[in-house]
C-alpha cells in the first residue's frame, strides 16, 4: 500500500458482502496500492433516506476511510427513467419538479453517514444528458433483448404478459454508461442491483475499460419484517426523523429481526451479531431488553449517545409505564376546533376530519390520559390539555387567547 491508503485490510472491506464478482479481481487492484474509484449510484425518488440506504452508506464510509476515491453519483437523469429494479409493474417515471426536490436534501442525509468532504458527489445529468441519438443507437446495439429479460423482474413481467416499456430496457444501460463516463473501479449496491452493476462490467469491456468489480449487500428488511424497506410501503426508519420517532419505530421490529438489524443497521460484526443470535436463541438474552439495546445503538448513530438514551427513556416512559409526557411537547392554538376530531386534524395527526374519527373509532386517542371512545365528541377542556393519538404522537392544545 502507498502512504496515502491507509491499512484497512482486504477481509474488513469485504465483510458483509453477499456477492463480489470478482474477489480475485479486488484482491490483485488492492494489492496495486492505488486508490480505487468507488461509485455507488442513488436516484432522488424520494425525499427521505432510510436504514435501507445506511447499509450501503456505511459499507461505502469503509472505503473513504481506507483512502479510496469514492463517487456518491446521484442518479437525476435515471430517476427520470425510473428504475424497474424488483416491480412486477410499470412504475411512472418522477416529474422534473419531484426530481429536484428530492435531489435538495440527499447530501445532507447521506453525510449522516458519510463523510462529505472526502466524497466526491457527482450528477449522471452531466454525461447522460448530451447523448444523441446515434450514441443511444450505439450503446443499444451492444446489449440484446435477450440479455434483458435475463432479469428476473423483466422475465416474470414479460411471463405474465405485464406490459414493459421499452424505456425500462434504457435503465440498465444509462447505469452501466455511468460506470463507464466514472472509469469505475468498484460499484456498489443492494443485491436487488446485481444485474445492473454487472451490466457496467460488459459495457465497460466494449469500451475498451477494466471491467469494475461489482459488491451486493443484503437489503434490510422494514419494520414489517418482510418486504424491504421503503418508504412508500411505509415501514422505515428515516436517517433524518427524530430520536424519539427512531426509537419508537424501531422498537416495532419482531424477535426474529433484532440479529439482522444489529448486523445491517447497527453494524454489528458478525462474531457479535453472532453471539446476540445464539443468546436470544438459548433464552439467555431477553428480547425486549435486546431490541431496547439495539434502537438505542442505532438512534446514537445519528443523534449521539445522549440524545439515545433521552428517547429510549422517553420510550420507557410514554408507552411501556404509559405515563404523559412533559417536555419537549408542540403546543398549538385550540383555534376554530370545536370538536375532537378537527383537533387531532389542526395538530397534524390525520390528513382529514373522517380519518380522525376513524382512530378515535380504534380506541387510539386520549385527551389527558383519559379515552375518547366518541367519534363526534366535542373539545370540552378548558385549560391547557395534552392530545395524545397512539402511543408516540403528543400535543399541548391551548385554549384561544382572550
Not at 442525509?109 to 444523441?132: F, G, H, I
Not at 442491483?193 to 477494466?210: C, V
Request: proline fraction near 4%; aromatic fraction near 6%.
Amino acid at each position: 500500500m502507498t502512504d496515502d491508503l491507509t491499512m484497512i485490510n482486504t477481509e474488513e472491506l469485504l465483510d458483509g458482502f453477499d456477492h463480489v464478482e470478482t474477489r480475485a479481481e479486488f484482491e490483485a487492484r488492492a494489492k496495486e496500492g492505488k486508490p480505487l474509484t468507488v461509485k455507488l449510484g442513488l436516484d432522488p425518488t424520494s425525499a427521505d433516506l432510510h436504514l435501507g440506504h445506511a447499509v450501503v452508506l456505511h459499507k461505502m464510509q469503509q472505503f473513504v476511510e481506507a483512502g479510496h476515491n469514492v463517487v456518491l453519483l446521484i442518479g437525476d437523469f435515471t430517476a427520470r427513467i425510473g428504475d424497474p429494479t424488483g416491480r412486477n409493474e410499470l412504475r411512472p417515471p418522477l416529474s422534473t419538479e419531484e426530481i429536484e426536490a428530492n435531489m435538495q436534501t440527499y447530501a445532507a442525509q447521506a453525510s449522516k453517514v458519510l463523510d462529505m468532504e472526502r466524497v466526491t458527489l457527482r450528477y449522471n445529468s452531466e454525461w447522460l444528458s448530451p447523448l444523441t441519438m446515434a450514441d443511444l443507437l450505439r450503446l443499444l446495439s451492444q446489449v440484446t433483448v435477450a440479455q434483458m429479460l435475463e432479469r428476473e423482474d423483466f422475465r416474470t413481467r414479460y411471463s405474465a404478459g405485464t406490459p414493459i416499456s421499452l424505456h425500462e430496457f434504457l435503465y440498465p444501460v444509462a447505469q452501466a454508461y455511468d460506470s463507464i463516463a466514472l472509469q469505475a473501479d468498484i460499484e456498489l449496491g443492494g443485491n436487488d442491483q446485481l444485474f445492473n452493476l454487472l451490466m457496467g462490467r460488459h459495457y465497460q469491456r466494449h469500451a475498451g475499460q477494466r471491467e469494475q468489480i461489482c459488491m451486493t449487500l443484503p437489503l434490510l428488511e422494514g419494520l414489517d419484517g418482510v418486504e424491504k424497506m421503503s418508504k412508500s410501503k411505509g415501514n422505515y426508519v428515516g436517517l433524518t426523523e427524530s430520536p424519539e420517532q427512531q426509537f419508537g419505530k424501531l422498537m416495532r421490529i419482531t424477535d426474529d429481526m433484532i440479529a439482522r438489524y444489529a448486523r445491517l443497521a447497527a453494524f454489528y460484526p458478525q462474531a457479535q451479531a453472532g453471539k446476540l443470535t445464539q443468546g436470544l436463541n438459548d433464552g439467555r438474552l431477553h428480547p425486549m431488553d435486546e431490541k431496547k439495546r439495539l434502537a438505542e445503538d442505532i438512534v446514537a448513530r445519528y443523534h449521539g449517545r445522549d440524545a439515545a438514551a433521552s428517547a429510549r427513556e422517553y420510550f420507557e416512559r410514554t408507552v411501556q409505564r404509559r405515563e404523559l409526557p412533559t417536555d419537549n411537547i408542540p403546543e398549538i392554538r385550540l383555534g376554530e376546533a370545536r370538536k375532537v376530531s378537527q383537533v387531532i386534524v389542526a395538530a397534524g395527526f390525520a390528513e382529514s376530519k373522517r380519518a380522525a374519527e376513524r382512530l378515535i373509532s380504534g380506541n387510539g386517542v386520549k385527551v389527558d390520559g383519559i379515552l375518547v371512545g366518541d367519534p363526534n365528541a366535542q373539545w370540552t377542556a378548558a385549560g391547557p390539555a395534552i392530545l395524545s393519538v397512539g402511543s408516540r404522537k403528543f400535543v399541548r392544545v391551548l385554549p384561544n387567547e382572550g
